[in-house]
């Protein structure tokens, strides 16, 4: 089943836009839930801007960007960056589209086929691999979970109590224009796809939805791996989405390989016994800073 953690950066889109990773077929071990002692107390600062991330997203009907993928190896056989195009498209609540086309080096042609195209709806995900010219389609039960991070914060499937439930949160930094979060899985499920993400977020730039994300951050393989995911104009409530949007893509049934898989019914998640206790004063979500503009 293709997994999107920020990437999924939403964590943020929370971020993410964080990203596609194929778990092990067969049975998904339960995830390893926290306990109390392994909980830092959220600040007073970093719980309100969870919720002023919170009702942002539940006010918004759709989501969309284009922008940047860069992905590094730093060491071994595999040592090397590629950059990608990205376009995503979501329709709150259970629709989305990703395409991601690779950015062809010094001296390279384009490859029309060098492309990653993801389509997710309330009952399936589409992976086409336009390199191999496969397509995996995953159904989902009813009540089942895409498992695809990014897409949850962006959607605001996730919220703000249950994002300091699922992850380590910190608040590295905030200036007049930027949040910047740092966030690190607590269940095992989620630390197989990463270590460590850092979103940053917009606050206070004029035209520019606040909270939404400016870049994601990813890292894996104790850091070998790095994928950083870059939003320059990223918008909510935008005009001219439509079901074709979401569609499935027509392929030629003579050249690609159609795989069909059935995700599991149920994932491992945290225990609801040991879920963080309210804060004595949840604060509501005040004055959301004005929207705004992308830096230079």
Partial sequence: MTRWTLATAWAACTAALLLAQ?????????????????????????????????????????????????????GGVRKGKKESRTEIRCQMPSKARMLLTVIPGPGEKPDPNDFDLYIATSNLILEYDGNNKRLIETRLPPGGTKGML?????????????????????????????????????????????????????RNLEGQPAYLPR???????????????????????????????????????????????YAPAQRGGLSQAVQAPAPAAIPGPGVVPTPGVVPK
């Fill in 22 to 74: 194929a778990p092990p077929a067969g049975p998904v071990p339960p995830a390893v839930a926290p306990t109390a002692a392994s909980r830092e107390a959220l600040s007073p600062a970093l719980w309100q801007h969870l919720v002023n991330w919170e009702a942002v997203m539940k006010g918004a009907s759709n989501f969309y960007c284009e922008g940047k993928k860069i992905s590094e190896t730093k």
């Fill in 150 to 202: 990014l897409l949850d914060f962006i959607s605001g499937a996730i919220t703000a109590r249950a994002a300091a439930e699922r992850f380590d949160i910190k608040l590295l930094k905030e200036d007049a224009n930027y949040l910047y979060l740092e966030l690190k899985p607590r269940t095992s499920e989620d630390l197989g796809d990463f270590e460590s993400m850092v979103l940053v977020l917009f």
């Fill in 215 to 261: 870049q994601v951050v990813v890292m894996r393989n104790k850091n070998q791996e790095e994928e950083t995911w870059d939003f320059p104009r990223p918008a909510i409530n935008v005009q001219g989405f439509g079901p074709a949007d979401f569609s499935p893509a027509p392929i030629d049934k003579k050249t690609w390989n159609h795989v069909v898989q």
